[in-house]
């Protein structure tokens, strides 16, 4: 019985569970919560608790932990303050469970990277949403399919090239909405996205007088960054934004500002997200835009980073290096390039001494057998951890599941959904905008 109630309880895949229950414990002490949980998902207090879970079932791999009542805060955060469309972008977590709680906190608009991505958010939400693929590049057979089977309209690029490519396989469609992708500088991201995608504003000029020729619906879109750190780096995306347009004097239909809001990591805490969309607002109001132009956004990383942690064991210790169940080819790519530093949490459940209140900085090693499995940290943790401890890592919602490898068949992993706060939130101090920019009746 209580196997069973923990089975419907996870939401990972029946592989991962048989090795989960090599380790399943005779009486686990939540699963009364867990099968309440099952009962009435709505009363989202009845979620297990992320040390419950990990005392009942010492996972023998990898744990995410899916905090729901996260994925609300952020998605209602954006919804009610983005004085347009927010489409979440798929790339950062293609989770099922994250989907579905973005759904069920109203975001119905998803920005998809390829095909797998849009078969699942149709076979997830049918014809409920809408999808907007926004790839740069893209297979003729994925704009075929996006096209004539899932009937998107919205695609970006940057380039002459793939603008034909766009046509010829459309057969001159008439009803397409096409977004030119400008190369910012990304100046202040984490991740800097500029080389691979975009086109110079100096040399875009012919390119988006040929768009506003054929498309239905004329769109510019550009990125940031991902992580972007610097609420200023929208403004001034945003007054080459008005130079392309001021220069080609095309009307715009659509301003796609993308993704880059950052989230909290130790070493990285950005300005209030307020301040992005103030800078945002402030600068959209400088831009000869025509009072019927929509305003799109593509957050992946704000919306879903913190919701999800992901537990680890130590396996071993050298020193300060500390040898983990998961690494860079798993869920912590971030970790070893490009250097991020998550919060930790560590959790002992073997009956020895406490964890030491003394923390020191710790190295990781991941599990597979090359050295590029290594993450520098610093991770702050107790002087005295060991073998057989835990690590619950924060901020692991986004850009972790959706890239492990299964190298050295280290890929396995279980995941549940849990009551607890994030380990670090920026929501906090985000709660709703009093004051409601009316960012749309400015512009019309
Ligand atoms: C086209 C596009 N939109 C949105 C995003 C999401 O960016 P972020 O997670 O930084 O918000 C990305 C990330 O790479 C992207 O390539």
């Excluded at 550009?222 to 992580?227: A, I, N, T």
Aim: charged residues 25%; aromatic residues 12%; glycine residues 6%.
């Amino acid at each position: 019985m209580e196997k069973e109630q923990y089975d419907r309880q996870k939401t990972s895949n029946d592989e991962n569970s048989k090795i989960h229950y090599l380790n399943f414990p005779k009486k686990p002490k939540s699963s009364i919560i867990a099968a309440k949980n099952l009962i009435d998902k709505k009363i989202e207090s009845n979620y297990p608790l992320v040390e419950d879970l990990v005392f009942d079932l010492k996972p023998s791999i990898p744990t995410y932990f899916v905090r729901p009542n996260s994925i609300k805060k952020a998605a209602s955060w954006f919804l009610n303050n983005f004085k347009g469309d927010v489409l979440y972008s798929v790339k950062s977590n293609p989770d099922k469970s994250v989907l579905q709680n973005l759904f069920d906190s109203g975001v119905r608009n998803f920005d998809v990277a390829s095909l797998p991505e849009i078969k699942l958010i149709r076979e997830s939400f049918g014809h409920d949403v809408k999808m907007y693929f926004m790839n740069t590049i893209k297979a003729r057979e994925a704009i075929y399919e996006a096209y004539f089977n899932y009937g998107i309209r919205n695609f970006s690029l940057d380039s002459f090239d793939e603008l034909n490519k766009i046509l010829e396989v459309t057969k001159n469609a008439k009803d397409l909405g096409l977004h030119l992708r400008l190369a910012i500088p990304n100046s202040h991201a984490a991740i800097d996205l500029s080389g691979k995608f975009g086109i110079l504003p100096t040399e875009s000029i012919e390119l988006i007088r040929k768009i506003r020729s054929i498309a239905k619906y004329l769109g510019i879109c550009f990125h940031v960054g991902s992580q972007c750190m610097d609420p200023s780096d929208y403004r001034s995306a945003l007054m080459m934004v008005k130079d392309v347009l001021e220069q080609s004097k095309v009307k715009l239909d659509v301003l796609d500002i993308g993704g880059g809001f950052p989230s909290s990591y130790p070493g990285l805490t950005p300005p209030n997200l307020e301040v992005y969309f103030n800078e945002i607002y402030d600068s959209l109001h400088q831009l000869p835009l025509d009072k019927n132009c929509k305003i799109w956004c593509e957050p992946g990383r704000a919306l879903v980073a913190e919701s999800t942690s992901l537990l680890v064991r130590v396996e071993g210790r050298k020193k300060n290096m500390l040898y983990i169940n998961d690494g860079t080819y798993g869920g912590l790519f971030d970790a070893g390039y490009p250097g991020f530093i998550y919060p930790t949490k560590p959790i002992r459940v073997k009956n020895d001494q406490p964890l030491s209140s003394h923390l020191i900085p710790f190295g990781f090693y991941g599990p597979v057998c090359d050295s590029l499995d290594t993450m520098k940290g610093p991770f702050y943790l107790p002087a005295n951890i060991a073998e057989g401890d835990y690590i619950e890592i924060g901020q692991l919602g986004a850009y972790s599941k959706t890239i492990r490898t299964d190298f050295n068949g280290f890929s396995k992993n279980l995941q549940f959904e849990v009551q607890d706060e994030p380990l670090i939130s920026m929501y906090k101090n985000n709660e709703l905008l009093a004051k409601k920019k009316s960012l749309r009746k400015s512009v019309k």
